[in-house]
């Protein structure tokens, strides 16, 4: 059944049941990748929130998160420049980093990021995200673990926005003809 946020209509893509499967398996992935390892997770607000929480809670490994926010994405059209509102207080030299963003859709955001967390000399930098549109890249990042590839269209749910609204949504809606 389709939904209305704000202005919008948007019909049922990715199940609440889908989404949580494909969690487990990549936390699966991730607990065999990382254990012994004490993997630091950086989680991007606000977006990320919903699937940071359910991720790390299927992690059966010793593991730390913390929270950054960056935004660059204002309706449904990005503002083309990433502002950094809450910064990173963590010390992260010789950590084994893992980045979960909601979505990679342009690049833009963790092509501006990544150079920030590199230049602190992790260990290693690997990003995990529930989404990606590579139909919308501008900026090529490689994503080690992904939930979903997505076409080209506006998601929301499942911590995802409209114009602040849509978050509280336990699936996955995208934006209908
Ligand atoms: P990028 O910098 O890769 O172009 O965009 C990344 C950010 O834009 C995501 O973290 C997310 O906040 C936002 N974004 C990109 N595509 C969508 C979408 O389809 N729906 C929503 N709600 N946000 C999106």
Do not use: W
Not at 145 to 166: A, C, H, Q, R, T
């Amino acid at each position: 059944m389709k939904i209305r946020v704000h202005d919008k209509e948007f019909e049922p893509y990715l199940t609440a049941d889908m989404i949580s499967k494909r969690i487990k398996e990549i936390a699966a992935d991730l607990s065999k990748d990382y254990k012994d390892k004490k993997p630091l997770f950086i989680a991007i607000l606000n977006g990320s929130f919903m699937f940071a929480s359910d991720l790390f809670k299927e992690l059966n490994i010793d593991a730390e998160i913390c929270f950054i926010k960056l935004a660059s994405y204002k309706g449904t059209k990005s503002t083309g420049h990433v502002i950094t509102a809450i910064g990173l207080d963590m010390d992260i030299i010789g950590r084994d980093i893992v980045i979960i963003e909601d979505i990679v859709d342009t690049g833009k955001t963790l092509s501006e990021f990544l150079p920030q967390i590199q230049h602190q000399q992790p260990a290693s930098v690997k990003i995990v995200s529930l989404l990606h549109k590579p139909e919308a890249t501008v900026y090529p990042i490689t994503i080690s673990y992904l939930g979903f590839s997505i076409p080209n269209k506006f998601v929301v749910g499942y911590g995802l926005d409209y114009d602040g609204l849509g978050r509280n949504i336990r699936e996955i809606y995208r934006l209908a003809e």
